[in-house]
């Protein structure tokens, strides 16, 4: 089974910068989309960001121009370079293995905090 181990989050003042990083196991899963998510208290989980196998990307208009989805297929990494972060940022972060439309493998969540 596909088990994903995330890192990196963590305490950052507005403005600055986090690399979250997200490690999976299987060779499989790097065949379909991956994701990050991400849920505030009160709130409904909404998406990040997805990466596809031709490394075609989408972002959520939030995030748009300050955050980057990427991967590197060797090291069956996924990563969320995050910059300009604002307090509205703040949330636990998903990784997510797609295995089909409304389908998901999540990673255990880590926790991101902006403080202004």
């Known amino acids: 089974q596909v088990q994903l181990v995330e890192s990196g989050g963590g305490l950052v003042q507005a403005g600055g910068s986090l690399r979250l990083s997200c490690a999976a196991s299987?060779?499989?899963?790097?065949?379909?989309?991956m994701g990050w998510y991400r849920q505030a208290p009160g709130k409904q989980r909404e998406l990040v960001a997805t990466?596809?196998?031709?490394?075609?990307?989408n972002y959520a208009d939030s995030v748009k121009g300050r955050f980057t989805i990427s991967r590197d297929n060797a090291k069956n990494t996924v990563y969320l370079q995050m910059n300009s972060l604002k307090p509205e940022d703040t949330a636990v972060y998903y990784c997510?293995?797609?295995?089909?439309?409304?389908?998901?493998?999540w990673g255990q969540g880590t926790q991101v905090t902006v403080s202004s």
């Open positions: 990466i596809n196998i031709s490394s075609s990307t």
């Open positions: 997510a293995y797609i295995v089909a439309a409304g389908r998901y493998v």
């Open positions: 299987g060779s499989i899963f790097m065949l379909n989309p």
